[in-house]
């Protein structure tokens, strides 16, 4: 039995042995030295400004990504650039900034469509989620 499963407590293990035989896989493949692992964790927390903060003399470790989600410089320095030279309504304007601003909104859906292997961009909707209690 999986152990702590609070849905299914009649489901087996051997149910579930391609995510087990991925995995081993997935190790076997990324052994990492200590040292190497130490390299890779200090080369993503350089992608996230915030983390280099130091809270009551320790490191920032961020794990509360359901309340809110730390960005990366790529993203924030993006979001800095639309306000800076482009900030206009997406598919809404017959001026040059709502061009811009709609070129540059049909470049990422591109970009997300190659990432995840969608069939068209036109696959990719971007939503604004919001939750009011």
């Given amino acids: 039995m999986i152990a702590n499963n609070y849905y299914h407590n009649s489901i087996n293990e051997a149910d579930y042995y391609f995510v087990k035989q991925q995995c081993e896989n997935t190790f076997k493949q990324n052994k990492f030295s200590e040292g190497d692992q130490n390299i890779k964790i200090r080369n993503i927390r350089k992608d996230f400004p915030i983390l280099e903060r130091k809270i009551n003399g320790y490191n920032l470790v961020w794990l509360d990504n359901a309340a809110t989600t730390q ?42 469509q190659k990432f995840i292997g969608s ?5 990719i909707i971007f939503l604004r989620v919001q939750l009011k209690l």
Wanted: proline letters at 4%; glycine letters at 2%.
């Fill in 71 to 112: 960005k990366p410089l790529c993203v924030t320095e993006s979001l800095n650039r639309y306000y800076k030279e482009y900030n206009s309504n997406v598919h809404r304007g017959a001026h040059t900034l709502a061009k811009e601003a709609t070129e540059e909104y049909e470049s990422a859906r591109k970009k997300v």
């Fill in 119 to 123: 069939s068209s961009p036109e696959e």
